[in-house]
T-cell receptor
């Protein structure tokens, strides 16, 4: 249970185009979704936190106009990389909070490898 | 905000030996400390976690210890096997006073190599 489905798994796009990444919670409602970016051999860095029905909260240094996040329903959050450039090439991964017995935990999407050429 | 530091960045051990990875955190409000194993291009996989109301937790060959006073926690892997080779991340998260969870902050990662 508590699966987050992330698509696409890999995408190659040309500089200047936009790419949308989707994360769907399959068997639970994700009121909060976290979006991370991971460069090769580096850690997962939080980009933004999205809450269903409200504006996303972006971490310092992350351009909100470039990385558009939409969380219009309890089961779908999307990240759109607008006007992508080669430096945006990275591994993007979403994460949602889940209930674990009387506590909480986290589940992750399978990640999206974005390559901008 | 929370800052999590992880050491070492690389660790090589002989098969059968033990491996220890250490992390420190800065936010005293953090009370959930998971450890993840990540293979190249894959999602992080939870291998063990600990909450602030316990000091140690063990699951077969894997154990985690937590020292809240010193703000550090460690991952211990015994009887290492080649398939344990991967990148391991520690993480920490606090909860709001309302009980709602917040985001995970990850350590920088440790590349563990188990030599056959």
């Amino acid at each position: 249970g508590a699966v987050v489905s992330q698509h696409p798994s890999r995408v190659i796009c040309k500089s200047g185009t936009s790419v949308k990444i989707e994360c769907r919670s399959l068997d639970f409602q994700a009121t909060t979704m976290f979006w991370y970016r991971q460069f090769p051999k580096k850690s997962l860095m939080l980009m933004a936190t999205s809450n269903e029905g409200s504006k996303a909260t972006y971490e310092q240094g992350v351009e909100k106009d470039k990385f558009l996040i939409n969380h219009a329903s309890l089961t779908l959050s999307t990240l759109t990389v607008t006007s992508a450039h080669p430096e945006d090439s990275s591994f993007y991964i979403c994460s949602a909070i889940i209930r674990v017995l009387s506590n909480y935990g986290y589940t992750f999407g399978s990640g999206t490898r974005l390559t901008v050429v | 905000g929370e800052n999590v530091e992880q050491h070492p960045s690389t660790l090589s051990v002989q098969e059968g030996d033990s491996a220890v990875i250490k992390c420190t955190y800065s936010d005293s409000a953090s009370n959930y400390f998971p450890w993840y194993k990540q293979e190249l291009g894959k999602r992080p996989q939870l291998i063990i976690d600990i909450r602030s109301n316990v000091g140690e937790k063990k699951d077969q060959r894997i154990a985690v210890t937590l020292n809240k006073t010193a703000k550090h926690f460690s991952l211990h892997i015994t009887e290492t096997q080649p398939e344990d080779s991967a990148v391991y991340f520690c993480a920490a998260s606090p909860t709001f006073s309302s009980g709602s969870a917040r985001q995970l902050t990850f350590g920088s990662g440790t590349q563990l190599t188990v030599l056959p």
